[in-house]
């Protein structure tokens, strides 16, 4: 019986594994659709005769998918057969892990889709606060704001967010705790950390690190938490530990850890393991600048250097990471992140980010990108997190990461009307790619695909249909010249907001959200929330890509494959949502689609 291509594909993937491991001591990726090409290098044939190959790899092995004729077959280095997708039967390498195969999977277009929402699932029960958001991680009660980054510890994610249980009479912020096993459907735990448990005062942002060596001295894969306290004005660094998986934490007898030098801002440390140098790396917002700051142990600081963009006033909630920009090993690029008031720029607060190189010590930004980009355009994503998947290859981890936000603003989150949800939400959980465009790299998001299982049935919008939320609407978009698209979202009682895309025929069409015309608007009378939002794609393309996801109290677009993504705030005073679409001119929608979504938070 003949070999088949895939066979065949894959066998030459193995030949040139084992040349690369003979001749350089490790296994190497590849995709042959994409920019890591470097085990081309070894079999120049390798990839021939398939419509796609992908490999991942790690110390101890690789995994490789090949399609052909949507045939998808795998392979690893411990297995020599071929295993047709899904291939839950493949032997695989120690380093390799279920969820990276089925990652690996999904980069070749291999999935399972899902059954559609049935029409109860997309029900919210009897007695559920209609105002609250439905797909969006939300307080129980209270308020809540910035975010922390998520850790994934015994099968679950693990989030933490600033809470106010007694907002508005009351300040102070305590961690509130939620879990997922899937970054979808969230499960509250309640409080982790009391606001104003110690002598060093409130609680405020910081990072969760699972310490896997027992550096900080508590244990091997002790979780933990490094944030700002403040008490008086004064914020410092301390530390609490948690022994029991991230439910409850304790305070270390060395707080604080990293003392304040004497400056009016210094806090939210974002905390990330370098492990080209075998030490942890904390950046921290102090004022108008990003600080530097190295451990060997979490508890002993040295300052390392600062990062000063100017423009953009007072920095908060930084972050600091490494991507691989199109997903090339060959091309590491590290992205400086911090969350800003881009005013004095024209534009709203949001989390800009700068590209560059990081030397252990000192943060350089690339040559042509001095200007900071921002991860969102919306007027409401801010105080953003950025996380990697551990059960991933590094290849993997670098090749993407998931992000989150908070869906607010400060110059307008204290005055939202009552018609609207105003404890506060966080954002959709998003997929984050380094991707190369004509300019810098740039940061593309797309809506995790885990959301998708919360869908109907999709139906055609034909002229109008009304719809609870929260739903989806996918828009195809042909854009051939001067002309615009309008999404118009209209509440039961006239408060109507609309997304849209317009192009004026020669520069790349620019994405807008107005809603000067919803229920918030009309009681704020505030400019930073009325004026309409737009930004030009970083891509110029004659057709395009719109997805929407709108929910009680705000809307998520995602335009050109992630490519530009505005987060806003939207009151539309509850009940159900008239949805149109309007085309101008030479722009028009090739299909318009809605979908219900069904409710994980109620």
């Given at each position: 019986?003949?070999?088949?291509?895939?066979?065949?594909?894959?066998?030459?993937?193995?030949?040139?594994?084992?040349?690369?491991?003979?001749?350089?001591?490790?296994?190497?990726?590849?995709?042959?659709?994409?920019?890591?090409?470097?085990?081309?290098?070894?079999?120049?044939?390798?990839?021939?005769?398939?419509?796609?190959?992908?490999?991942?790899?790690?110390?101890?092995?690789?995994?490789?998918?090949?399609?052909?004729?949507?045939?998808?077959?795998?392979?690893?280095?411990?297995?020599?057969?071929?295993?047709?997708?899904?291939?839950?039967?493949?032997?695989?390498?120690?380093?390799?892990?279920?969820?990276a195969?089925?990652?690996?999977?999904?980069?070749?277009?291999?999935?399972?889709?899902?059954?559609?929402?049935?029409?109860?699932?997309?029900?919210?029960?009897?007695?559920?606060?209609?105002?609250?958001?439905?797909?969006?991680?939300?307080?129980?009660?209270?308020?809540?704001?910035?975010p922390?980054?998520?850790?994934?510890?015994?099968?679950?994610?693990?989030?933490?967010?600033?809470?106010?249980?007694?907002?508005?009479?009351?300040?102070?912020?305590?961690?509130?705790?939620?879990t997922?096993?899937d970054?979808?459907?969230?499960?509250?735990?309640?409080v982790?950390?009391?606001?104003?448990?110690?002598?060093?005062?409130?609680?405020?942002?910081?990072t969760?690190?699972?310490?896997?060596?027992?550096?900080?001295?508590?244990?091997e894969?002790?979780?933990?938490?490094i944030?700002?306290?403040?008490?008086?004005?004064v914020?410092?660094?301390?530390?609490?530990?948690?022994?029991?998986?991230?439910?409850?934490?304790?305070?270390?007898?060395?707080?604080?850890?990293?003392?304040?030098?004497?400056?009016?801002?210094?806090?939210?440390?974002?905390?990330?393991?370098?492990?080209?140098?075998?030490?942890w790396?904390?950046?921290?917002?102090?004022?108008?600048?990003?600080?530097?700051y190295?451990?060997?142990?979490?508890?002993?600081?040295e300052?390392?250097?600062?990062?000063?963009?100017?423009?953009?006033?007072?920095l908060e909630?930084?972050?600091?990471?490494?991507?691989?920009?199109?997903?090339?090993?060959a091309?590491?690029?590290?992205?400086?992140?911090?969350?800003?008031?881009?005013?004095?720029?024209?534009?709203?607060?949001?989390?800009?980010y700068?590209?560059?190189?990081?030397?252990?010590?000192?943060?350089?930004?690339?040559?042509?990108?001095?200007?900071?980009?921002?991860?969102?355009?919306?007027?409401?994503?801010?105080?953003?997190?950025?996380?990697?998947?551990?059960?991933?290859?590094?290849?993997?981890?670098?090749?993407?990461?998931?992000?989150?936000?908070?869906?607010?603003?400060?110059?307008?989150?204290?005055?939202?009307?009552?018609?609207?949800?105003?404890?506060?939400a966080?954002?959709?959980?998003?997929?984050?790619?380094?991707?190369?465009t004509?300019?810098?790299?740039?940061?593309?998001?797309?809506?995790?695909?885990?959301?998708?299982?919360?869908a109907?049935?999709?139906r055609?919008?034909?002229?109008?249909?009304?719809?609870?939320?929260?739903?989806?609407?996918?828009?195809?978009?042909?854009?051939?010249g001067?002309?615009?698209?309008?999404?118009?979202?209209?509440?039961?009682?006239?408060?109507?907001?609309?997304?849209?895309?317009?192009?004026?025929?020669q520069?790349?069409?620019?994405?807008?959200?107005?809603?000067?015309?919803?229920?918030?608007?009309?009681?704020?009378?505030?400019?930073?929330?009325?004026?309409?939002?737009?930004?030009?794609?970083?891509?110029?393309?004659?057709?395009?890509?719109?997805?929407?996801?709108?929910?009680?109290?705000s809307?998520?677009?995602?335009?050109?494959?992630?490519?530009?993504t505005?987060?806003?705030?939207?009151?539309?005073?509850?009940?159900?949502?008239?949805?149109?679409?309007?085309?101008?001119?030479?722009?028009?929608?090739?299909?318009?689609?809605?979908?219900?979504?069904?409710?994980?938070?109620?």
């Amino acid at each position: 019986m003949p070999e088949s291509p895939e066979s065949r594909a894959l066998t030459t993937i193995a030949a040139a594994e084992s040349r690369a491991f003979d001749s350089g001591g490790g296994y190497l990726s590849f995709a042959a659709n994409g920019a890591d090409r470097e085990l081309a290098n070894l079999e120049p044939e390798i990839g021939e005769g398939v419509d796609d190959a992908m490999v991942i790899a790690c110390d101890d092995g690789w995994v490789a998918a090949v399609v052909v004729d949507e045939r998808v077959a795998l392979r690893s280095n411990v297995a020599d057969a071929t295993h047709p997708a899904p291939a839950d039967d493949l032997q695989l390498p120690p380093c390799v892990t279920r969820v990276a195969v089925d990652s690996l999977l999904a980069d070749v277009g291999w999935s399972v889709a899902p059954e559609p929402a049935t029409k109860q699932a997309l029900q919210r029960p009897a007695g559920a606060d209609p105002l609250r958001p439905a797909v969006h991680i939300t307080p129980p009660n209270g308020f809540m704001n910035d975010p922390q980054r998520p850790v994934f510890v015994d099968g679950l994610w693990h989030l933490y967010y600033l809470y106010n249980a007694d907002y508005p009479e009351g300040n102070g912020t305590a961690w509130f705790h939620a879990t997922s096993p899937d970054l979808v459907e969230w499960t509250d735990e309640g409080v982790a950390i009391e606001k104003f448990r110690t002598e060093w005062g409130d609680v405020e942002s910081g990072t969760v690190v699972v310490d896997e060596r027992g550096d900080a001295g508590f244990g091997e894969g002790t979780l933990v938490a490094i944030l700002t306290q403040q008490v008086d004005g004064v914020q410092r660094q301390s530390i609490f530990y948690s022994t029991d998986g991230g439910y409850s934490f304790e305070s270390s007898t060395e707080n604080p850890v990293l003392d304040n030098p004497g400056v009016t801002d210094f806090r939210d440390p974002r905390v990330i393991w370098d492990a080209d140098r075998d030490r942890w790396t904390m950046v921290l917002a102090e004022g108008e600048r990003l600080g530097f700051y190295s451990s060997t142990n979490l508890t002993d600081w040295e300052y390392a250097s600062d990062f000063a963009p100017g423009a953009l006033g007072l920095l908060e909630c930084p972050d600091l990471f490494r991507m691989h920009l199109d997903g090339d090993p060959a091309r590491p690029v590290w992205v400086l992140a911090a969350s800003a008031n881009g005013e004095r720029l024209g534009r709203a607060t949001g989390v800009a980010y700068w590209t560059g190189d990081w030397d252990g010590t000192t943060f350089t930004v690339d040559g042509d990108s001095a200007e900071p980009r921002w991860m969102d355009s919306g007027p409401d994503y801010y105080a953003g997190v950025t996380w990697p998947d551990p059960r991933l290859t590094p290849g993997q981890q670098a090749e993407s990461r998931y992000a989150l936000g908070w869906l607010n603003n400060w110059a307008y989150a204290r005055e939202l009307p009552e018609s609207g949800w105003t404890s506060g939400a966080q954002s959709v959980t998003r997929v984050l790619r380094l991707e190369s465009t004509s300019g810098p790299p740039r940061l593309g998001m797309t809506p995790l695909p885990g959301l998708d299982r919360l869908a109907g049935p999709a139906r055609d919008i034909r002229g109008s249909s009304t719809i609870s939320t929260p739903f989806r609407v996918d828009l195809d978009l042909s854009i051939e010249g001067r002309g615009e698209v309008r999404l118009v979202l209209t509440g039961a009682d006239g408060a109507s907001a609309m997304i849209g895309v317009r192009s004026d025929g020669q520069a790349a069409p620019e994405v807008f959200v107005a809603r000067d015309d919803d229920a918030a608007a009309a009681v704020l009378e505030s400019e930073d929330y009325s004026a309409e939002r737009a930004e030009p794609l970083p891509v110029a393309d004659d057709v395009m890509a719109l997805t929407v996801i709108v929910d009680t109290s705000s809307v998520e677009v995602f335009a050109g494959d992630g490519a530009l993504t505005q987060s806003a705030l939207v009151d539309l005073g509850g009940g159900d949502v008239t949805v149109s679409v309007e085309a101008v001119d030479d722009v028009e929608a090739r299909s318009a689609t809605i979908r219900g979504l069904s409710p994980v938070q109620v």
